[in-house]
């Protein structure tokens, strides 16, 4: 793919810098290739959202997405944490790339050819550290994959291993599967031999050095690349296949620059794709069933190999599904142990089941004996939801025992609490109500008792953040931005404050049920009237981001923004400073709090901010008639009437609607 040729810019030993120079039409063909919503989704799972795609950003932590790419446009946007760009800026931003390196990236992509001189060994120094350390551990994944194939220490060990596990050469071959060649230091000189340092070699954990001893950490084992979210080779995972009771069986690469296991899933680079067609993960445990399954024909698994499930590895899942399943093989104890791990997945919003296999069986071992169909067969059947299955798991040990018992309720309970949707809540308290015996009403008490206790955890960690973070400063009371009507407050305030509440509206004599941000934010979407003020239409966009998330959270969301001005006001709105309109209680309409008659207000405060636009849009068309008049072009004269007759007659309907007299 790549050819050789001088640069632009020749290198000179003594120089400092090596400038890397594309040509200009090259450059153009990569970024007409790289379609910006293709080029995002191979890392993020995006959704339609009108002529703009929505998904997670993968770079900072939310639960609700607010990463927008316009395909239209060429570009992405987070406006969570404001990064933005185009596709080469994405991949050089997700991938710690320089712009050249992103753009070959690309083009190797979309098979573009890029003419570019051979790298020396001069020039691989001058990487930065992070460069230098991916260089080195895809020497190493090709030095062990030949290794397996061509050398005969590797055919007669490696291989014959892999082999006696019935693993087909296709899938050892897409898992870039390798051997250490045994002895003391045979892949140090021949990293060394080609250039490699010594310092990357150590820093990678491939080479174990201590003042002149040196020894190969992988020898005698065969390997298993571990891969990025792009497909590079990041680190290594090797099993020993000598019976030796002192030497650990699996062998992992240290932590790196390159590499944080807590941050990695093995198997996510080949399974991204199936797992967003499928909308479903298959969690397990093992490098080998990971291969067995990719060989039954089953790709949407990945290996979390050994360790606890964390954060950052439910969030990676979670760019492609909200759909995983935890497949155990391990004893009772074993599972016990992991059960925290699972409240993460919940608190992160996933849908989480989890499948016991048959006794004596696991994934690698089951995959072959049953084949993809029987092996999805046996999953649909006997998958069961976390919850239902922690209860039944900890009922066992109960029994009789009401303190046990009482234990156990409050076990269950953290893990449903940790749920951030409500009405998924209130199905898994249904469920454990039948299962422990207990009252709903009992299980919701206590959940909302550990909700109370999560949100005061939360909020004063935020609280610790923000002192740290920011000077002590006299508090005063801010007056709202002049430029922002009281409308506009006050259409902000009921948006915030009542957003994912349900209210009952009718729609020509029919009933129909919504909530206060579909209908706040489809009429005024429909009508295209959202207000000009920065403030209120960065708010309302924030909003209408999460209109199909029901555990949009606009407290943690706006007040904890990172735009100073979003977060001040949202403090104000949703804080008793802005206290119930007396309006409502001249009205007759005010019983006993503004909650409990949702279905009157909402409708009325989206007609007087309509009304309040329109009476603005009467004086600006008053304006451009009189000064058409004044210039004789009569024709914008009878355009500009036409605009303001209809205008008349929407201001007359909305004024109807609040019970008032239009002014004509």
């Known amino acids: 793919m790549f050819q050789k040729k001088e640069f632009d810019h020749p290198f000179h030993a003594n120089s400092d810098i090596f400038v890397f120079v594309i040509d200009h039409a090259t450059i153009e063909r990569i970024l007409d290739a790289a379609e910006i919503s293709d080029v995002v989704s191979d890392f993020v799972t995006l959704r339609k959202r009108g002529v703009n795609m929505l998904g997670l950003c993968p770079f900072h932590n939310e639960k609700t997405p607010s990463f927008t790419v316009s395909p239209a446009k060429g570009i992405y946007k987070c406006f969570g944490c404001g990064k933005g760009g185009n596709s080469v800026n994405f991949i050089m931003e997700h991938e710690s790339l320089t712009y050249p390196e992103a753009l070959r990236w690309l083009a190797k992509k979309y098979n573009i050819t890029i003419v570019e001189e051979e790298e020396t060994e001069e020039q691989k120094q001058l990487k930065d550290e992070r460069e230098s350390l991916m260089i080195v551990t895809g020497f190493a994944q090709k030095f062990f994959t030949r290794y397996l194939w061509e050398e005969n220490e590797g055919r007669t060990i490696g291989l014959s291993y892999f082999r006696e596990r019935s693993f087909r050469d296709d899938i050892l071959k ?141 969030r990676m899942v979670r760019r492609f599904t909200h759909n995983m399943t935890i497949i155990y093989d391990g004893d009772e104890a074993g599972i016990k142990a992991s059960l925290r791990g699972i409240d993460l997945v919940l608190e992160e919003g996933m849908n989480v089941k989890v499948l016991l296999l048959p006794d004596g069986e696991d994934p690698d071992s089951f995959a072959k004996k049953q084949g993809a169909s029987a092996f999805l067969d046996y999953i649909k059947t006997n998958e069961t939801d976390f919850i239902r299955f922690k209860t039944q798991l900890l009922l066992q040990e109960a029994e009789n025992d009401p303190i046990a018992k009482a234990r156990l309720i409050t076990d269950v309970i953290r893990s449903v609490a940790v749920i951030p949707e409500a009405i998924t809540r209130s199905v898994y308290i249904k469920d454990c109500s039948k299962l422990l015996d207990v009252s709903e009403e009992v299980l919701y008490t206590e959940v909302r008792k550990q909700k109370r206790r999560q949100d005061e955890d939360f909020r004063k960690r935020e609280e610790r953040k923000k002192t740290v973070q920011q000077p002590k400063k006299e508090v005063v009371t801010v007056a709202p931005p002049s430029d922002m009507r009281t409308e506009d407050l006050e259409f902000l305030r009921f948006l915030l404050k009542h957003c994912n509440a349900a209210i009952q509206l009718k729609d020509q004599d029919e009933s129909y049920e919504t909530t206060v941000k579909d209908f706040m934010i489809g009429e005024i979407e429909a009508d295209e009237l959202v207000s000009e003020n920065a403030l209120f239409k960065k708010i309302f966009q924030d909003v209408a981001g999460h209109i199909d998330h029901d555990d949009f959270d606009p407290w943690k969301f706006f007040v904890y923004h990172s735009d100073g001005e979003v977060s001040k006001l949202a403090t104000d709105l949703l804080s008793d400073k802005y206290i119930e309109s007396k309006r409502w209680a001249k009205a007759g309409a005010y019983t006993e709090k503004e909650e409990d008659i949702l279905d009157v207000l909402i409708p009325r405060i989206v007609n007087e901010y309509k009304l309040s636009k329109v009476k603005i849009m009467l004086n600006e068309i008053e304006k451009e008639i009189t000064e058409a008049s004044a210039a004789n072009d009569f024709d914008r004269v009878i355009e500009e009437q036409s605009v303001y007759m209809n205008l008349k007659r929407v201001e007359k309907e909305l004024s109807r609607a609040l019970g008032r007299r239009a002014i004509n």
């Open 174 to 314: 897409k898992f870039e599967v390798g051997y250490a060649p045994d002895g003391k230091t045979p892949f140090t000189d021949a990293a060394q031999k080609q250039g490699y340092r010594m310092e990357y070699l150590e820093k990678t954990g491939l080479t174990i050095k201590r003042d002149e001893w040196l020894r190969d950490r992988f020898a005698g084992r065969v390997i298993f690349p571990i891969h990025s979210l792009a497909g590079r080779v990041i680190a290594f995972g090797g099993r020993i296949l000598k019976e030796d009771k002192k030497t650990a069986k699996y062998l992992n690469s240290p932590e790196s620059e390159i590499y944080h296991k807590s941050r990695v899933l093995y198997g996510i680079f080949q399974a991204k794709r199936d797992i967003t067609r499928l909308d479903k993960c298959y969690l397990v445990e093992g490098y080998t069933d990971v291969l067995s399954m990719h060989q039954a024909g089953i790709e949407n698994v990945v290996a979390s190999s050994g360790t606890a499930l964390t954060s950052d590895q439910i």
